[in-house]
């Protein structure tokens, strides 16, 4: 099977990230599985009790555990809700995410937002041809999982490639390649890189955030919780914040079923375009990322933009001093690499 101009960069960009390791389980770009099919997904075999693993969930869905201790689910197809009005179905996104203490800490299909869908990216108004379209709602645009980039586990981490495309009129616009590197939990934290690339396939995308908010890009919506506490770089924050640049933000609470609060960051790395990016932040439980904001940015077809983020799940309620350890590391090892 010929591959795609797309696909060959995912390939070479997964060989490098690679390069050096052991992979257990490949599924190729180039394999059997057939554009908007998922592959059969068995689980990767488990070497030792703590050993990473991928396995489905169900049709629409693939897994990681890390020995019994569940990390996330990728929902590759699509998830529907009861309701009316039916809110759309969700695909292509994270949920759940897991803390390290099995605390679910994403939520789907949330009763103030029933577009919001866990970890996911999306913008209020992508300009397709001339025609204003909204991937945040899915109106007129949808995200679609294409196939499957690469399963990949070793003794230090697990890694998961996927290739998707935005869809509006039935007519891929978009291409969007995924890359998560998930690192083996410490005593208090674990790290989840995430590589997002965007390449408009035929003609030029322009991205815009909501108006006075700029939400629009990476999103993490929190599952309900007490105790809510929200850390930015400058200290913890009583008020949401609007249009605010962020190299990080973190959101700490009280689980139900949990007596002690845990939560997550999710860091910007340097190389991000218009670094720092602006936030929108809200206590009843979202880190909404907002690239490029209020100012739009144009996408060039044929040519890749690639944003790359860490979520760093945590315990306990760290300080901005300690988040900004946790981000100066992140930026150190991500140097190395």
Same mark, same amino acid.
Request: net charge positive; with cysteine.
């Given at each position: 099977m010929?591959?795609?101009p797309?696909?060959?960069?995912l *390939?070479r960009?997964?060989?490098t990230i /690679?390069r050096?390791?052991?992979? +257990?389980l490949?599924v190729?770009l180039?394999g059997?599985?057939a554009r908007?099919?998922a592959a059969?997904?068995?689980?990767v075999?488990? =070497?030792? !009790?703590?050993?990473?693993r991928?396995?489905?969930?169900d049709k629409a869905?693939?897994g990681l555990?890390e020995?019994d201790r569940p990390? $996330?689910?990728?929902?590759? &197809?699509?998830h529907?809700?009861?309701g009316?009005? %039916? #809110?759309?179905?969700?695909?292509?996104?994270?949920?759940?995410?897991?803390g390290?203490?099995?605390?679910?800490l994403?939520d789907?299909?949330p009763?103030?937002?029933?577009?919001?869908?866990?970890?996911?990216?999306?913008? !209020?108004?992508?300009?397709v041809?001339?025609h204003?379209?909204?991937l945040?709602?899915q109106n &007129?645009?949808?995200?679609r999982?294409e196939?499957?980039?690469l399963?990949q586990?070793?003794?230090k981490r %697990?890694?998961?490639g996927?290739e998707?495309?935005?869809?509006?009129a039935?007519?891929?616009? *978009?291409?969007e390649?995924? $890359?998560?590197s998930?690192?083996r939990?410490?005593?208090n934290?674990?790290?989840i890189d *995430?590589?997002?690339?965007?390449?408009?396939?035929?003609k030029?995308?322009t +991205?815009?955030g909501?108006?006075?908010?700029?939400?629009?890009g990476?999103t993490?919506r929190f599952a !309900?919780?007490?105790?809510?506490q929200i850390?930015? #770089?400058?200290?913890r924050?009583?008020?949401?914040l @609007? *249009?605010?640049? /962020?190299a990080?933000?973190?959101l700490?609470?009280?689980?139900p079923?949990?007596?002690? #609060?845990?939560g997550?960051?999710?860091?910007?790395?340097?190389t991000h375009? =218009?670094y !720092?990016?602006?936030?929108l932040?809200?206590h009843?439980?979202?880190l909404?990322l &907002?690239?490029?904001g209020v100012r #739009?940015?144009? /996408?060039v077809?044929?040519?890749p933009v690639?944003?790359?983020?860490?979520?760093?799940?945590?315990?306990g309620?760290?300080?901005?001093?300690h988040?900004a350890?946790? @981000?100066a590391? @992140? +930026?150190a090892?991500s140097?190395?690499r």
């Amino acid at each position: 099977m010929r591959q795609a101009p797309q696909s060959r960069r995912l *390939m070479r960009r997964f060989q490098t990230i /690679l390069r050096g390791g052991t992979a +257990l389980l490949i599924v190729s770009l180039a394999g059997s599985a057939a554009r908007g099919q998922a592959a059969k997904l068995n689980p990767v075999p488990a =070497d030792g !009790p703590g050993a990473f693993r991928f396995a489905a969930v169900d049709k629409a869905s693939l897994g990681l555990w890390e020995g019994d201790r569940p990390i $996330l689910v990728y929902n590759h &197809g699509a998830h529907s809700k009861q309701g009316n009005p %039916a #809110p759309k179905p969700h695909s292509c996104y994270i949920h759940p995410l897991y803390g390290l203490d099995g605390e679910v800490l994403t939520d789907d299909f949330p009763a103030d937002h029933l577009h919001h869908r866990g970890v996911f990216w999306a913008w !209020p108004h992508v300009t397709v041809d001339g025609h204003q379209l909204d991937l945040w709602v899915q109106n &007129g645009i949808e995200p679609r999982f294409e196939r499957w980039g690469l399963r990949q586990v070793d003794e230090k981490r %697990a890694i998961l490639g996927v290739e998707n495309g935005w869809y509006a009129a039935g007519r891929k616009v *978009m291409s969007e390649q995924l $890359l998560l590197s998930v690192h083996r939990a410490g005593d208090n934290g674990r790290a989840i890189d *995430m590589e997002l690339t965007w390449t408009p396939v035929e003609k030029p995308i322009t +991205l815009v955030g909501a108006e006075g908010k700029s939400y629009g890009g990476l999103t993490f919506r929190f599952a !309900p919780g007490a105790d809510t506490q929200i850390t930015v #770089p400058s200290g913890r924050t009583k008020d949401d914040l @609007y *249009m605010t640049s /962020l190299a990080w933000a973190d959101l700490t609470r009280l689980w139900p079923g949990h007596a002690s #609060p845990s939560g997550a960051s999710v860091f910007v790395h340097s190389t991000h375009p =218009d670094y !720092p990016p602006t936030w929108l932040t809200r206590h009843y439980g979202a880190l909404c990322l &907002g690239w490029p904001g209020v100012r #739009p940015r144009t /996408l060039v077809a044929g040519e890749p933009v690639r944003c790359r983020y860490r979520i760093w799940i945590h315990r306990g309620r760290p300080d901005a001093e300690h988040l900004a350890q946790a @981000y100066a590391a @992140y +930026l150190a090892e991500s140097a190395v690499r």
